[in-house]
């Protein structure tokens, strides 16, 4: 006889268990089956259920559910962490629609490397990106253009915020809107306070910049989706200061940057690093100003690591 199911979305994990948000609106605590577990350590590099997966739940006499069947996913935000085994590969957050990259304009102040490369990972996994810059009461709508507009003029979706005057919260919230929507960045960038501004009824916990250190103190300790009220899920995810670029090899890095893919094709080489080489089409396009020399330079620190000895030696 078929075992009967219903449909679900993991919400959490805690100590092995998982929550799922049922298809009839419930929220039951589940446990995996056996034979899932027994995939996870003979095929498995990674989490065999994470957050934000798609489910096929059994319910038990006692309302807990077990879970039959992992649905394949479309994509995910995954970072490496190595272990005894050798590279384990987290799922940070499975079938996202979109990743909300939350940068501050000040306190802390924009860490924009940081954010290019969070840029490249959600490039290089194919998830859609809207960044967020937040704390806009700060600084000023000007500054704060001076600041992330560069990233609009290369396509990406910027929403400028404040939780103060509530600038852009609606936007947001549009953005939002019956999607499954991650929201990432340093600790301390108002993650937490957006969401409470877009849906107060969420109450997270937030904290303040210290003073001493002008960093953020991790508020979020534990990765949670939340329903909304307008339709969708969203993640809090908590501070992350590093991801890294765990299967990118450094030839392909040109491609996770929309304003240097659409010029690779012209260079002379069709090795060209971008660095020394004659008839370079991207140090072409840092000359004559069509390329930002910030995002320049962060692709050479992201592909060469620290270049401070040598950059201002690059011939243009």
Not at 281 to 290: D, L, M
Request: proline content about 4%.
């Amino acid at each position: 006889m078929t075992k009967q199911t219903i449909r679900g979305r993991v919400m959490s994990l805690h100590s092995g268990f998982y929550h799922v948000f049922l298809e009839d609106g419930r929220e039951i605590v589940c446990h995996p089956r056996g034979r899932l577990k027994q995939r996870r350590r003979d095929e498995i590099r990674g989490d065999i259920i994470a957050m934000g997966d798609l489910v096929q739940v059994s319910i038990q006499s006692d309302g807990t559910g077990a879970i039959e069947e992992v649905e394949p996913r479309k994509n995910a935000l995954i970072r490496s962490a190595p272990d005894a085994r050798g590279e384990y590969k987290q799922v940070l957050l499975a079938n996202p629609d979109q990743i909300v990259l939350v940068f501050s304009c000040a306190q802390p102040a924009p860490h924009l490397r940081m954010l290019d490369r969070f840029l490249v990972i959600c490039e290089q996994q194919g998830i859609d990106i809207i960044i967020a810059a937040n704390k806009v009461d700060l600084v000023g709508e000007e500054a704060a253009q001076d600041l992330f507009g560069m990233y609009t003029k290369i396509g990406y979706e910027v929403v400028y915020t404040s939780t103060k005057s509530s600038l852009g919260v609606e936007t947001l919230k549009n953005h939002l809107k019956n999607k499954l929507s991650g929201l990432v960045g340093p600790s301390g960038v108002g993650k937490s306070s957006l969401l409470n501004e877009i849906q107060p009824s969420l109450g997270l916990a937030i904290s303040n910049v210290s003073e001493s250190t002008s960093k953020g103190r991790h508020t979020t300790v534990v990765r949670r989706l939340f329903p909304l009220d307008i339709g969708g899920f969203v993640a809090d995810l908590p501070g992350i200061r590093m991801l890294s670029l765990w299967d990118i090899e450094p030839v392909e890095l040109d491609g996770y940057f929309p304003e240097l893919r659409t010029r690779v094709a012209d260079c002379q080489f069709s090795d060209c690093s971008h660095v020394n080489e004659p008839g370079c089409a991207i140090k072409a396009g840092v000359t004559n100003g069509e390329i930002h020399y910030e995002r320049y330079e962060s692709y050479l620190r992201l592909r060469f690591g620290e270049v401070d000895e040598w950059i201002d030696d690059i011939e243009m």
